[in-house]
């Protein structure tokens, strides 16, 4: 749902983070300028803060701040040098958006250093902070508190302190670390959030998506697994599978909504996967009376151009998207931040004026957003305005990281097709099934593609039968999964 609300944070779901890892000895590639380009491709992962961590000689330096990348790094990061480095791009979702809560955090001194940046939450982080102490720690983050276990865990190498501390977390992660030299990663047991593994020159490097890989120059070689460990550092890759679960529960909303449309993961490219959400949308819920098909930029595009092609009727912008606009502005009041959202998107009258509109967008979260946007079509002339959505009514929370909010800020968790129809102005309203979510995700059909859908990715938000452990005992459960 890529138009912002101004009254609320919750009208459209926000990612958490991206993370970048690279490790690259020959000295071609200048890595602290890498990293921020990278994070600049990742910049739609999160938009709060900023950071780099680079080591050299055995020295961890960080850099950070608020905002998007290039308003931290506007000269890029000349003042660092290095082989090997990690950065973060954040939007908070534990701890408060503050400079204090940026990443990549570092703890500890000399040759012990460990830097790390994280994607996902942590569900049993209170337990774990007590495990601390709260002396030890300087923020509220889910990173620096993994750093300090990391710190303090036994082990003779660090690869071995990574598999005493992996069976105290509970969530969903991916994390890049940095210390001693090498570049780590690692992807919960269940895979829940992205990391991606590439070639970058003589080195490796990973990313939260193959876009940033590509971006660089490298060359995606595959996904890091649910529950490996991968290591990279002068002997090369080094690969540990240090956790099993037979189900995994890649986050559908990847492919639906937050990840780049450039980008690919277990090899099923994003905007494919979104082209067949739109195809199978227009199977499912046919254009009754339109003209014309339009997509919410940027996100809803591949879907509604290819529910055009299904249909047979033609697409046109109804919308196009400011370049200049600044969502990040922080603006004085309510009315000032309305008229920022507007100022960002505005109608092609040309377009909609007369015309019967299908409007195709990817999710309703509280529906704030999508009932000005059709209000704005109508008052630029579309006659009508029937409204298509590439996913299933999102009714339940997300516990892995995703800002969905809560179920009464859900517009679809107590109001039925017709009712949100009626509130957000639509003269039609029709949602993809969760059977044809299952089949445009994995590129398949029939049985096997809701078996592999079930078995191999999360869609709690949808169905409360697709989260990957209980909703009331949250993590407890996770064994008796990984064994299931
Ligand atoms: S609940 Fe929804 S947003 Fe959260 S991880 Fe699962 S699919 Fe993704």
Redesign the pocket.
């Known amino acids: 749902m890529p138009l912002e609300s101004s009254d609320s944070p919750f009208d459209s779901?926000r990612e958490a983070c991206g993370v970048i890892g690279i490790w690259e000895p020959s000295g071609s590639i200048n890595l602290p300028d890498y990293l921020v380009l990278g994070l600049t491709e990742l910049q739609h992962r999160g938009q709060e803060s900023a950071g780099i961590a680079v080591c050299a000689d055995g020295r961890i330096q960080t850099r950070v701040g608020m905002g998007k990348v290039r308003e931290v790094f506007p000269h890029g990061a000349t003042d660092l040098e290095g082989p090997v480095g990690i950065g973060h791009v954040r939007y908070s979702t534990t701890g408060s958006s503050t400079v204090q809560n940026a990443g990549p955090f570092l703890v500890g001194e000399h040759a012990g250093q460990v830097a790390l940046a994280h994607n996902g939450n942590i569900s049993n982080s209170e337990e774990l902070r007590l495990m601390l102490g709260a002396a030890v720690l300087d923020t509220a983050t889910d990173s620096e508190m993994v750093a300090h276990l990391l710190l303090a865990a036994q082990g003779t190498n660090f690869a071995e302190k990574i598999r005493v501390v992996l069976p105290l977390l509970r969530g969903?992660y991916s994390f890049v670390i940095l210390s001693a030299g090498k570049v780590y990663g690692l992807r919960d047991p269940l895979g829940?959030?992205p990391l991606c593994l590439g070639r970058l020159g003589r080195g490796w490097i990973l990313a939260s998506e193959t876009s940033a890989i590509e971006k660089l120059g490298g060359a995606y070689e595959r996904d890091v697994r649910p529950g490996e460990l991968v290591e990279l550092g002068a002997e090369g890759l080094c690969s540990t599978q240090v956790a099993q679960s037979k189900r995994h529960?890649f986050?559908?909303?990847?492919y639906i909504y937050?990840a780049g449309a450039a980008s690919t993961f277990d090899q099923r490219p994003v905007y494919s996967v979104r082209q067949a959400l739109g195809r199978q949308l227009a199977r499912e819920q046919p254009a009754p009376t339109a003209d014309v098909v339009s997509g919410v930029p940027d996100s809803a595009v591949p879907a509604a151009i290819a529910y055009a092609a299904e249909a047979g009727l033609p697409y046109t912008e109804a919308f196009i998207k400011s370049r200049y606009s600044d969502r990040s502005f922080i603006k004085p009041d309510q009315r000032l931040r309305q008229l920022e959202v507007d100022l960002k998107y505005s109608v092609v009258r040309p377009n909609v004026e007369g015309k019967r509109v299908l409007l195709v967008d990817d999710s309703i979260v509280r529906g704030n957003t999508m009932k000005r946007a059709i209000a704005a079509l109508r008052n630029y002339g579309a006659r009508e305005v029937h409204l298509r959505i590439s996913s299933p009514p999102?009714r339940?929370?997300?516990?892995?990281?995703?800002d969905?909010g809560s179920d009464s800020d859900l517009i679809a968790a107590d109001a039925d097709e017709r009712q949100i129809a009626a509130y957000v102005g639509a003269d039609s309203l029709g949602y993809l099934s969760l059977h044809g979510l299952a089949q445009a995700i994995t590129l398949g059909t029939g049985e096997e593609a809701q078996t592999a859908f079930h078995n191999n990715?999360?869609?709690?938000?949808?169905n409360k039968h697709?989260?990957?452990y209980s909703t009331h005992s949250a993590f407890d459960d996770r064994e008796k999964l990984a064994q299931a």
């Open positions: 779901p969903a829940m959030r529960a986050c559908s909303f990847e937050f999102l339940n929370p997300c516990f892995y990281g995703i969905i990715h999360c869609y709690g938000c949808f697709g989260y990957p």
